[in-house]
T-cell receptor, first 115, second 114 residues
Framework: EAGVAQSPRYKIIEKRQSVAFWCNPI?????LYWYQQILGQGPKLLIQ????????DSQLPKDRFSAERLKGVDSTLKIQPAKLEDSAVYLC?????????????FGPGTRLTVL | RKEVEQDPGPFNVPEGATVAFNCTYS??????FFWYRQDCRKEPKLLMS???SGNEDGRFTAQLNRASQYISLLIRDSKLSDSATYLC???????????????FGQGTILTVHP
């Protein structure tokens, strides 16, 4: 079974530029998550989708971050404009359904460096 | 207070040692609990779920104390390959819906040396 795919794996941009990340979850997984992991910290949830609907975006900085999952499959996360403090690894994860007891499967992440 | 707090670490132990990690969580309504393992520059992967009755998987034992809102992970007979960051993870209900939200601790770094 293919895992969660993410691209690009690495991205270096200057502050105030825009960047987009892509995620393709495991086939059939209804729930998709985007996390931000700053060096030395645990992942922090940015947004959670159930199919193509948002169920939690309380920690998403909506003035600069946006995310969509239009067809309920793959998803994009965008930052516009980027700040230095956005330097982090952006992890996408998926889960078969909304059950809180199921494992989340993570993609390899996109490592963003903002200069 | 952080929602999920872990031992600050890092832990540096010799092969064969027993090491224990502790974690506390603030939301008493939390439903499910996990330990994830994250290797350097890799994604987190589920190590084990944590049940109220305690559970064991080979050299790993997890315990949950709901009254104290405390979770632990014990690793016996440490191997070099156990070197990683161990993340305590709590699933909390959000906004009265049934959609759980995973909240991660900051992680504890374990280094097992020869």
């Amino acid at each position: 079974e293919a895992g969660v795919a993410q691209s690009p794996r690495y991205k270096i941009i200057e502050k105030r530029q825009s960047v987009a990340f892509w995620c393709n979850p495991i086939s059939g997984h209804a729930t998709l998550y985007w996390y931000q992991q700053i060096l030395g910290q645990g992942p922090k949830l940015l947004i959670q989708f159930q199919n193509n609907g948002v169920v939690d975006d309380s920690q998403l900085p909506k003035d600069r971050f946006s995310a969509e999952r239009l067809k309920g499959v793959d998803s994009t996360l965008k930052i516009q404009p980027a700040k230095l403090e956005d330097s982090a690894v952006y992890l996408c994860a998926s889960r078969p359904d909304r059950s809180s007891y199921n494992e989340q499967f993570f993609g390899p992440g996109t490592r963003l460096t903002v200069l | 207070r952080k929602e999920v707090e872990q031992d600050p670490g890092p832990f540096n132990v010799p092969e064969g040692a027993t090491v224990a990690f502790n974690c506390t969580y603030s939301n008493s309504a939390s439903q499910s609990f996990f330990w994830y393992r994250q290797d350097c520059r890799k994604e987190p992967k589920l190590l084990m779920s944590v049940y109220s009755s305690g559970n064991e998987d080979g050299r790993f034992t997890a315990q949950l104390n709901r009254a104290s809102q405390y979770i632990s992970l014990l690793i016996r007979d440490s191997k070099l390959s156990d070197s990683a960051t161990y993340l305590c993870v709590v699933n909390m209900q959000t906004g009265g819906t049934s959609y759980g939200k995973l909240t991660f601790g900051q992680g504890t770094i374990l280094t097992v040396h020869p």
